[in-house]
């Protein structure tokens, strides 16, 4: 086989079930799907000005989060603002498989404007406008992985396998799912 055959058959069949060697590299796939392409067009503006950033975990904070949860658990990811800026944090140690839903997810929120909001004080109706992120958070993540899964058809085996304790990888998350997983009350 020839090396430009070859390569284009490596980038067609990217493994996910490796960590990535930097951020861009879980975008990549993110905007292989339709879904993904289309959060991807609507965030990368915050992610050019500045506005939101996206990091690995400081270590001590990846130690921290590890010991809480079973090996059969991934860390995760989450979005943090001061309502000025904001910075989502990844566990660049995990598979690529893991992280692009988990980094899609943490960028629904990043692009809610509620959640920024609240970060600047406005705290009223708190908890209603926290469900209605992840309510679309969750549904965006779903519709997602249902599309990456097609285009990788070893994905679902893998996470399957891999994290088989993590309810938020394998199924569509109900309202009553999240508040259970939140603990968010009907405010
Ligand atoms: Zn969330």
Redesign the pocket.
């Known amino acids: 086989m020839g090396l430009a055959k070859y390569l284009r058959l490596v980038r067609k069949t990217a493994d996910l079930t490796f960590a990535p060697a930097n951020v861009e590299q879980i975008l990549k796939i993110i905007s292989e799907t339709k879904t993904g392409a289309d959060v991807l067009a609507r965030f990368t503006p915050h992610l050019r000005s500045g506005r939101i950033r996206i990091e690995g975990y400081p270590a001590e904070i990846l130690d921290k989060l590890r010991a809480a949860k079973s090996s059969d658990q991934p860390v995760g990811a989450?979005?943090v603002t001061d309502g000025k800026a904001g910075t989502i944090y990844v566990d660049l140690s995990s598979e690529l498989g893991v992280l692009a839903p988990f980094l899609l997810?943490?960028m629904?929120?990043g692009l809610d404007e509620g959640i920024w909001d609240l970060a600047r004080g406005n705290t009223r109706e708190r908890g209603l406008r926290m469900l209605a992120?992840?309510k679309t958070?969750?549904a965006t993540q779903h519709r997602f992985l249902t599309e990456l899964k097609m285009l990788h058809p070893g994905l679902e085996s893998f996470l399957g396998r891999r994290y088989s304790g993590a309810r938020i990888l394998h199924e569509e998350m109900t309202e009553a799912a999240i508040r259970q997983l939140?603990d968010l009350e009907a405010a």
Do not use: G, L, N, P
Request: a negative charge.
């Open positions: 989450s979005f997810h943490e629904i929120h992120s992840e958070a969750f939140y």
